[in-house]
C-alpha cells in the first residue's frame, strides 16, 4: 500500500521482543526464516500461499521496487507461474507484460573527473548523481569551497558560485540520525544534488559526503531507479465522459452527446450530462467549503514521472571523499572560510538513458463459458511492487521488537493515537538480551511480504483455483499485477488509461493489497477472521450486496470491517487526529484508478501493522490459515460477480476521470 505522510516521532531502537526463538527453525507464530517450496495445488491453502510467498518476498527479490532489477524479478516470476499453469495472457503483443515507460539514467564508469591534470577515482573518489536530463560540460573550471549543505548563511553567493566547481561540506545532521544520507526507505541514495537556485549558475556541485558510505553503497548513487520517460496524459478533448450502468446496459456520454454503448431505458444524453453537470457543481462547492488538511478525492491520479522539460542543462551533480575534496582544493575543509579557490576541475561524464524491463503490470484472462457473457469481464489485481532496500542495514530484530512496542502502546489507546514523548522514551532495546537469544542479523530488504506479496500471491492463487474449475465462470476473469502502487498508483493508472480490453467491459474491480495479517496484535479489532473492506457500496450498492449474500453463505462468515471507509481516519477533528497513518486509505491503492474510469470496485485489507514499510515485512510473520480463508472468500466474490445475471450497476452516472 502506498504510504502517507504522518508526524516523525524521536524514537530510539528499542525494547527485547516478548518471543524470539533462539536459533530454532520456528519463530513464535510456527514459521521459519526460510521455507522449501512445494508443488501447489488447485484449492487454495495455507500451503501454497506459503510456497509463493517465501519466493517472491525473498531478499534475492531485492524488495521489488519499480524502476529497478527486482520488480522484474518480481513480475518474471508471476509471468512464469501464469505460463506453467496454462493461464492465457492478457497483456501486449500476446504476452504477459504491459511494459510502462521506464527510463534508466546514468553515468558510465567510462566517466572522469580531473583537477589540475590529475585523475580521481571513480565510485572510490567521486561518483556522479544522475539527473532527469544530462549535466553542464565541466572544463577547467575554478574550484571553489561553497560553505555548508543546506545552511545559507555558511555559503558562497549566486555569483560566486557562477560558473565554477562548488564543493559543500555536508548538512549537520540531527543527534542520531544516520550517517551517510542514503535510503529513504526506498532505496534511494539521494543526497548531494546542487540547490537549484543558488548555485543553479556553477557547472558542478559537489558534496563531501562518500566517506561513510561502503564501495557498494556508493555504486548504488550512479545506479538509480529508472523513471519514467513521459509524463501523464492531458484530459480528454472534448469534456469527461459520464458513464451510466443500469440493468446491463452501459451507455457513455460525452459533451451531452452519446460517444458508445447503450443508455437505460427512459434516459437521454441531455438529461445524463445536465445531472453530471449538476453534481460537479455540487462538488465544486464541497471542496471549496472543506477545511485544509481534510481527507477528500480520490487518490493520486495519473501515472506520475517523467522527465521535466529540458529549459538548460543542471550544473553536474558529485558525491565525493573527504580526501577527493583535499585534492581539488589543494586543502582539507577543515577550517576553510567559504569562497576560498583550489585547482582547475574539468570532467568527461558519459551520461546514459536506456529503455527497461524495470515496471511492468502483469496481465493474464481465463475466459468465461458463456458465449454472451465472456466479453465482460471481473478483474482481479494486487500490486507486485514494493519499496527496495536501504543503504544502510539495521538488526532486524531490534527494528521489529521496537515497532511491535509502538504499535501495541498506540493500539492501547483505542484509537491509535501518537505516543507522547513519555511513551516514546519508555521504549527501550536491551542489546544484550537480543543477543543472548541469537546474534544479530544485519537487514537492508524491504521484503513487502505483507505489502503486497501477500495480494499478489493471493491473486496468483485465485488464478490458479480459478483455471482449474470444471466450468469456469461465465463472465471472463482478468488478472492483473499492477507495478508502481508505491511510487504513485502508476501501474494502476497507465492500465486504466491503457487497458488490453475495453475499460468498459469491466464489470467490477476487486483489489487486494495486505491481506497477510490482521492478527489482533496488528489492527484494533483483528482476529483470525477479520479483514477490512473499503469501497463495495460506494459506486455500486449492487456490488456490496453480491459481497454480503457470498459471505453469508460460507460456513464461516469473514468478519467483514468497514471502518475504514469513513473519511476522517487520519485526519484532524476537533484537533485530534484520529487512527494516524490510515487517512485516505481509500485512495492509496490501484482500485481508485477504476474508480475514476467509473468501474465498481471493492478492496480488501487488513490493516497497517508495526512492519508496514519497515524491513521487517517479512513471509516469516504472515498469518497462513487467515490470509488463505480471505483469498477463498475474494474467490468466491469473484466467481459469485462472474456468474450474476446482469453485472453490478453504478448507483448513479458517474463522471470518468
Known amino acids: 500500500m502506498s504510504i502517507a505522510r504522518r508526524s516523525a516521532h524521536s524514537l530510539a531502537l528499542l525494547l527485547v521482543p516478548a518471543v524470539l526463538v533462539a536459533q530454532a527453525p520456528l519463530n513464535k507464530y510456527g514459521y521459519p526464516e526460510k521455507h522449501t517450496p512445494k508443488p501447489t495445488t488447485a484449492a487454495i491453502s495455507a500451503a501454497d500461499l506459503m510456497t509463493r510467498l517465501y519466493i517472491f518476498a525473498d531478499d534475492s527479490m531485492e524488495g521489488r521496487q519499480v524502476g529497478r532489477v527486482g520488480n522484474m524479478k518480481g513480475t518474471n516470476y508471476i509471468a512464469g507461474e501464469l505460463k506453467r499453469l496454462k493461464i492465457e495472457p492478457a497483456g501486449e503483443n500476446g504476452g504477459y507484460f504491459q511494459t510502462l515507460p521506464y527510463i534508466q539514467r546514468k553515468f558510465t564508469e567510462q566517466s572522469t573527473l580531473t583537477v589540475d591534470g590529475k585523475a580521481l577515482r571513480f565510485n572510490a573518489d567521486f561518483v556522479p548523481v544522475p539527473g532527469a536530463v544530462a549535466p553542464k560540460s565541466v572544463s577547467g573550471a575554478t574550484v571553489i569551497y ?198 582547475s576541475a574539468s570532467a568527461s561524464l558519459n551520461y546514459t538513458e536506456t529503455s527497461t524491463n524495470y515496471g511492468r503490470n502483469v496481465v493474464a484472462v481465463i475466459r468465461g463459458s458463456d458465449p454472451k457473457l465472456r466479453g465482460e469481464y471481473v478483474a482481479i489485481g494486487g500490486h507486485n511492487d514494493h519499496i527496495g532496500y536501504r543503504a544502510v542495514a539495521v538488526d532486524h530484530d531490534s527494528a521489529r521488537a521496537a515497532a511491535s512496542m509502538r504499535l501495541k502502546m498506540q493500539m492501547s489507546t483505542g484509537d491509535l493515537l501518537a505516543l507522547t514523548p513519555e511513551q516514546a522514551a519508555s521504549v527501550k532495546v536491551n542489546v544484550d538480551s537480543l543477543r543472548k537469544i541469537r546474534p544479530a542479523r544485519a537487514d537492508s530488504i524491504n521484503n513487502g511480504a505483507d505489502d503486497d506479496g501477500s495480494g499478489s500471491m493471493g491473486v496468483l492463487e485465485i488464478a ?175 466467481v459469485a460477480v462472474g456468474n450474476a445475471p446482469v453485472r453490478p450497476a453504478l448507483d448513479n452516472a458517474c463522471v470518468r476521470r
Request: one cysteine or more.
Open 146 to 343: 561553497g560553505g555548508v549543505a543546506g545552511d545559507t548563511t555558511k555559503q558562497i553567493t549566486a555569483a560566486e558560485a557562477a560558473g565554477k566547481f562548488v564543493i559543500l561540506s555536508p548538512a549537520v545532521r540531527p543527534a542520531g540520525a544516520p550517517a551517510g544520507g542514503p535510503g529513504g526507505g526506498r532505496g534511494n541514495f539521494g543526497g548531494g544534488g546542487p540547490a537549484a537556485g543558488r548555485f543553479a549558475g556553477a557547472v558542478a556541485v559537489a558534496t563531501i559526503d562518500l566517506d561513510a558510505l561502503s564501495l557498494t553503497a556508493r555504486a548504488a548513487i550512479n545506479n538509480p531507479a529508472a523513471t519514467m520517460a513521459r509524463a501523464t496524459p492531458g484530459a480528454r478533448p472534448g469534456g469527461s465522459d459520464i458513464v451510466v450502468n443500469k440493468n446491463g446496459q452501459v451507455g457513455v456520454v460525452r459533451g451531452g452527446a452519446l460517444v458508445s454503448g447503450v443508455l437505460p431505458a427512459g434516459q437521454t444524453a441531455g438529461g445524463v450530462q445536465a445531472y453530471a453537470d449538476s453534481i460537479a457543481r455540487a462538488d465544486s462547492i464541497a471542496r471549496a467549503a472543506r477545511p485544509a488538511g481534510a481527507a477528500g478525492g480520490r487518490g493520486q491520479g495519473g501515472f506520475n514521472g517523467g522527465a521535466p522539460a529540458n529549459t538548460g542543462a543542471p550544473a553536474a551533480s558529485f558525491r565525493i571523499t573527504s580526501a577527493a575534496a583535499a585534492s581539488l582544493l589543494g586543502k582539507s575543509v577543515d577550517g576553510l572560510a567559504p569562497g576560498t579557490t583550489g585547482g
Open 464 to 638: 490458479e483455483a480459478i483455471s482449474k474449475m470444471p466450468v469456469k465462470p461465465k463472465r471472463s476473469i482478468l488478472f492483473v499485477w499492477h507495478t508502481g502502487e508505491e511510487a504513485g498508483l502508476v501501474g494502476s493508472s497507465y492500465f486504466a488509461s491503457n487497458p488490453t480490453v475495453s475499460i468498459d467491459s469491466i464489470v467490477t474491480q476487486i483489489n487486494i493489497d495486505m491481506i497477510g495479517r490482521g492478527r489482533a496484535e496488528d489492527v484494533i479489532g483483528g482476529g483470525d477472521n477479520y479483514v477490512g473492506v473499503l469501497g463495495a457500496n460506494r459506486l455500486s450498492g449492487d456490488l456490496g450486496r453480491i459481497m454480503a449474500e457470498v459471505n453469508a453463505k460460507r460456513t464461516k462468515p469473514i468478519g467483514l470491517d468497514s471502518r475504514f471507509d469513513d473519511p476522517t481516519l487520519g485526519t484532524p477533528v476537533n484537533g485530534v487526529v484520529h487512527w494516524p497513518g490510515y487517512n485516505n486509505i481509500y485512495g492509496r491503492s490501484d482500485h481508485a484508478n477504476y474508480s475514476n474510469k467509473c468501474v465498481p470496485i471493492v478492496f480488501f485489507f487488513t490493516g497497517l501493522h508495526g512492519d508496514y514499510h519497515q524491513i521487517t515485512d517479512e513471509a516469516q510473520y504472515i498469518d497462513y490459515p487467515h490470509y488463505a480463508r480471505i483469498t477463498s472468500f475474494i474467490k468466491d466474490l469473484a
